[in-house]
């Protein structure tokens, strides 16, 4: 299956979110490679730390110019494409090749419109059969009296053409911190709150593994 993980909006999640979803997918065992399709290649840089770090498991990085070739793509079990809008013609050819998009929406209104214009963008993308797109919040409030991921949930819950995912991911550094020394998540804290709310939404993601 092909899922790209992309959004109009810069620094939603989506490098993040790849990153860490392809070393879950490969802890699983999955054949999974991942392709960086944006030309700021934190994705690319990412892995090479984790390359030189020595961490295990690795995952195959794939050139962008694989994307041409979806067949020979769907010999893997899973693809995962991060790719954000300094390449349009990337986001294009992504989402015209996805199985389904994954959307990181952090919780704002600037964020919701975005996420609203990108569905057109989804739509208006001729290829195969529209992707399903799926939607969730990223770097939600910690706090309870802070109600701005609750409204943005509610609002992505009735925005047509998205389907909402449940799970969030709230703003902690542990995303930070992991990411730039080129681990997940559920790597550098397991038993941290991160790591339970990203397996969550993994679950969601990839039911099928955990069932
Ligand atoms: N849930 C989170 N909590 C805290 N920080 C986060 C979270 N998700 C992402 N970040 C941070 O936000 C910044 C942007 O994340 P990331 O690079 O994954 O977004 P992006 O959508 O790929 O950005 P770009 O559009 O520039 O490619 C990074 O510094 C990242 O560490
Ligand atoms: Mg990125």
């Known amino acids: 299956m092909i899922t790209v993980i992309g959004t109009l909006k810069g620094g939603s999640g989506k490098s993040t979110v790849t990153f860490n979803l392809a070393i879950w997918l490969a802890m699983a065992e999955r054949d999974v490679a991942v392709i960086d399709a944006d030309p700021q290649a934190t994705?690319?840089?990412?892995?090479?730390?984790?390359?030189?770090?020595?961490?295990?498991?690795?995952?195959?990085?794939?050139?962008?110019?694989?994307?041409?070739?979806?067949?020979?793509?769907?010999?893997?079990?899973?693809?995962?494409?991060?790719?954000?809008?300094?390449?349009?013609?990337?986001?294009?050819?992504?989402?015209s090749i996805a199985d389904r998009v994954l959307v990181p929406v952090p919780p704002s209104q600037a964020d919701i419109w975005s996420t609203q214009r990108f569905l057109r963008f989804v739509d208006s993308i001729v290829g195969k059969d529209r992707p399903e797109v799926l939607g969730f919040i990223n770097r939600g409030d910690t706090h309870r009296a802070v109600r701005e991921s609750d409204e943005a949930a509610a609002a992505l819950v009735s925005l047509p053409g998205i389907r909402y995912l449940k799970p969030r991911l709230a703003q902690r550094t542990v995303y930070r911190r992991s990411f730039s020394e080129g681990l997940t998540v559920f790597e550098q804290e397991p038993r941290g709150k991160g790591a339970a709310e990203w397996n969550a939404l993994a679950a969601v993601l990839y039911a099928d593994i955990l069932a």
């Open 43 to 95: 994705l690319t840089d990412v892995l090479d730390v984790r390359r030189e770090e020595g961490f295990q498991p690795m995952v195959e990085l794939l050139d962008a110019s694989r994307m041409q070739d979806r067949r020979g793509l769907l010999k893997r079990e899973e693809v995962l494409i991060d790719v954000g809008t300094a390449s349009m013609d990337n986001l294009r050819l992504a989402v």
